[in-house]
């Protein structure tokens, strides 16, 4: 039996946390890496980089547009990846993302309204 995290009975007592707060906990579980030397921020852009690639393989393997044999990470874990080097980048730059993110949707629906996404 497959057994979901978290347990249903569970999420109610859960608090749901914000953007902010996810990339402050991202910041905190990167600071304790351990380190050859420490990263700067052209590192996580490269970092960010591998893992948006290797996003694009599970994509394309999953959708069949590449063998299963090609595959290298899965979908799932790759888009959490992604969102992992986001938030560090966030956080190196201080980013509002509660104040932010929700004024980025906004632009973006206002070009959907005005038809910009239509296709002729």
């Not at 090609?70 to 979908?75: E, G, H, I, M």
């Not at 190196?92 to 996404?117: A, T």
Request: aromatic share 8%; hydrophobic share 35%.
């Amino acid at each position: 039996m497959r057994v979901r995290f978290p347990p249903p009975a569970l999420v109610k007592f859960m608090k749901k946390i914000s953007l902010n707060e996810h990339r402050d906990n991202t910041e905190k579980v990167t600071g304790k890496i351990p380190q050859n030397k420490p990263w700067t921020i052209h590192n996580r852009v490269v970092e960010l980089m591998e893992e948006v690639g290797e996003l694009s393989n599970a994509i394309q393997t999953d959708e069949g547009f590449k063998s299963k044999k090609r595959k290298k990470s899965d979908l799932v874990d790759s888009v959490c990846d992604v969102l992992f080097e986001v938030l560090n980048i966030a956080a190196y730059y201080q980013v509002n993302l509660d104040k932010e993110y929700p004024k980025v949707l906004k632009f973006i629906d206002n070009r959907r309204k005005s038809g910009e996404f239509d296709h002729e």
